[in-house]
T-cell receptor, first 113, second 111 residues
Framework: EPEVTQTPSHQVTQMGQEVILRCVPI?????FYWYRQILGQKVEFLVS????????KSEIFDDQFSVERPDGSNFTLKIRSTKLEDSAMYFC???????????FGDGTRLSIL | GQQLNQSPQSMFIQEGEDVSMNCTSS?????WLWYKQDPGEGPVLLIA?????ELTSNGRLTAQFGITRKDSFLNISASIPSDVGIYFC???????????FGQGTRLTINP
């Protein structure tokens, strides 16, 4: 069964450094998402992306965050200057349509030191 | 803000028992979804609900979309050890793409 894949599975970065999290959505999906889950808390929406532009974003997704689909298969989340509170699991998700179910990857655990 | 209240927070049951959990909201949702998350993995979709009153099954799992569009429940019948994990409800508002997640129900099964 097709699945969303994310790399790396664990990223350790010094505070203030830039980090790029990578995702390969399911191949026929057109809608892409990033969510995060701080340890022990619920999953929170960050951003949705369709037709090469951001279609919706949360208040968490401030100027230090950006997303890109650099080619036909990858979808990336960049955090420009990481803070301690950015430590979390980051999940990529994709779906076939605006209101179709979103399928999640296994996440990247981001640890900021 | 937008919130889903999911209950119970945790459940400890014997293998073979039935399980019921639910989510409520003060707002109306257009879609309800139920996900399961195992340790170190991402949420896996179990059931998606699109219409008020809809009752949908997936094997031993049954979920319903409340008539008021403000609640949903998930039942698991005859639980087995692999049902252990955290179950999340998620709602999607009309016109929005984001999913709003509940706090999760942690299910533990004693063999």
């Amino acid at each position: 069964e097709p699945e969303v894949t994310q790399t790396p599975s664990h990223q350790v970065t010094q505070m203030g450094q830039e980090v790029i999290l990578r995702c390969v959505p399911i191949s026929n999906h057109l809608y892409f998402y990033w969510y995060r889950q701080i340890l022990g808390q619920k999953v929170e929406f960050l951003v949705s992306f369709y037709n090469n532009e951001i279609s919706e974003k949360s208040e968490i997704f401030d100027d230090q965050f950006s997303v890109e689909r650099p080619d036909g298969s990858n979808f990336t989340l960049k955090i420009r200057s990481t803070k301690l509170e950015d430590s979390a699991m980051y999940f990529c998700a994709s779906g076939t349509g605006r209101y179709q179910p979103q399928h999640f990857g296994d996440g990247t655990r981001l640890s900021i030191l | 803000g937008q919130q889903l209240n999911q209950s119970p927070q945790s459940m400890f049951i014997q293998e073979g028992e039935d399980v019921s959990m639910n989510c409520t909201s003060s707002s109306i949702f257009n879609t309800w979804l139920w996900y399961k998350q195992d340790p170190g993995e991402g949420p896996v979709l179990l059931i998606a609900l699109y219409k008020a009153g809809e009752l949908t099954s997936n094997g031993r799992l049954t979920a319903q979309f409340g008539i008021t569009r403000k609640d949903s429940f998930l039942n698991i019948s005859a639980s087995i050890p692999s049902d252990v994990g955290i179950y999340f409800c998620a709602g999607q508002y009309r016109g929005a793409q984001k999913l709003v997640f509940g706090q999760g129900t942690r299910l533990t099964i004693n063999p």
